[in-house]
């Protein structure tokens, strides 16, 4: 079964930077909107960044001018660049995105989830 596989997450101080990935488990299927969810312990899962298939794009205001999303088409890849990094960015990072496979209709997939930490 086609899964979204995340890398990229890890430790870091603040104002410090990491760069998120995320593709299709599959190379075979296409993704249409793709972006970036996180949740914090004891919040719901909130909207990062999302970014379409024609590369426009939209952030939460927490993160505008600190954070950019990009997508490579041809490896159906999205990446999340985090910079100036602070405490409260702390959480667990989801990538979600609609794909298809060759013949089939998009559906809505989630990323098991990448732990993104950033100490004091």
Request: proline fraction near 2%; charge should be positive.
């Amino acid at each position: 079964q086609v899964q979204l596989v995340e890398s990229g997450g890890g430790l870091v101080q603040t104002g410090g930077s990491l760069r998120l990935s995320c593709a299709p488990s599959e190379s075979t299927f296409t993704c249409d909107n793709m972006g970036w969810y996180r949740q914090a312990p004891g919040k719901q899962r909130e909207l990062v960044a999302e970014i379409s298939r024609g590369g426009n794009t939209n952030y939460a205001d927490s993160v505008k001018d600190r954070f950019t999303i990009s997508r490579e088409n041809a490896k159906n890849t999205v990446y999340l660049q985090m910079n100036s990094l602070k405490p409260e960015d702390t959480a667990v990072y989801y990538c979600n995105a609609q794909m298809r496979g060759t013949g089939w209709r998009y559906q809505n997939y989630w990323g098991q989830g990448t732990r993104v930490t950033v100490s004091s």
